[in-house]
T-cell receptor, first 113, second 114 residues
Framework: GENVGLHLPTLSVQEGDNSIINCAYSNSASDYFIWYKQESGKGPQFIIDIRSNMDKRQGQRVTVLLNKTVKHLSLQIAATQPGDSAVYFC????????????FGQGTRLTINP | NAGVTQTPKFQVLKTGQSMTLQCAQDMNHNSMYWYRQDPGMGLRLIYYSASEGTTDKGEVPNGYNVSRLNKREFSLRLESAAPSQTSVYFC?????????????FGPGTRLTVL
């Protein structure tokens, strides 16, 4: 979705279904990408990361896919649970040898019972 | 371990007032960061400190100063607060400043400038 300020892109899925959250990044030279989860009133929490020399990485119930050709990142969450409801941010590292993260707008994921 | 702690949790200032936001980490991390998050937006990097004794500007440094007091503590100062600085401020730390190291975030300070 486009950045419209207060109106975050939203995604609603049924509990137990799989979800896919997409992110477009801006800098073809970015070498590291992270997905964070942020629950209401809390700081971001690390989910999974991927380096630019990889195109896929799997964690527990989560998979990140990186397509450098079109500068696209996705987060797949398998068998969603109510606790997965949160805002999800992708971030790219635009620093050279230092970590200077640039965050996307975020996507609000709602898990319906 | 407490991880990353921030004080205060909430603050209301009048335009022109000054204040310092405090951040401390107990994970023996080398690098620390300050971000701001405006409603419905992602985080934006204000300043960072790759190691004790060094600080560098991020994406939105204007109106802020920082001090890396020691390895544990990294403070953010607003010298003359403006309504545009109303935001939630997050501090983060990472083991080192390499490009592929996870950052751990604090709970945030919610600042309102009237």
């Amino acid at each position: 979705g486009e950045n419209v300020g207060l109106h975050l892109p939203t995604l609603s899925v049924q509990e137990g279904d799989n979800s896919i959250i997409n992110c477009a990044y801006s800098n073809s030279a970015s070498d590291y990408f992270i997905w964070y989860k942020q629950e209401s009133g809390k700081g971001p929490q690390f989910i999974i990361d991927i380096r630019s020399n990889m195109d896929k990485r799997q964690g527990q119930r989560v998979t990140v896919l990186l397509n450098k050709t079109v500068k696209h990142l996705s987060l797949q969450i398998a068998a969603t649970q109510p606790g997965d409801s949160a805002v999800y941010f992708c971030a790219e590292n635009m620093g050279q040898g230092a970590q200077k993260l640039v965050f996307g707008q975020g996507t609000r994921l709602t898990i319906n019972p | 371990n407490a991880g990353v702690t921030q004080t205060p949790k909430f603050q209301v200032l009048k335009t022109g007032q000054s204040m310092t936001l405090q951040c401390a980490q107990d994970m023996n991390h080398n690098s620390m960061y300050w971000y701001r998050q405006d409603p419905g937006m992602g985080l934006r990097l204000i300043y960072y400190s790759a190691s004790e004794g060094t600080t560098d500007k991020g994406e939105v440094p204007n109106g802020y100063n920082v001090s890396r007091l020691n390895k544990r503590e990294f403070s953010l100062r607003l010298e003359s607060a403006a309504p545009s600085q109303t935001s939630v401020y997050f501090c983060a730390s990472s083991k080192r400043g390499d490009s592929s190291i996870e950052q751990f975030f604090g709970p945030g300070t919610r600042l309102t400038v009237l």
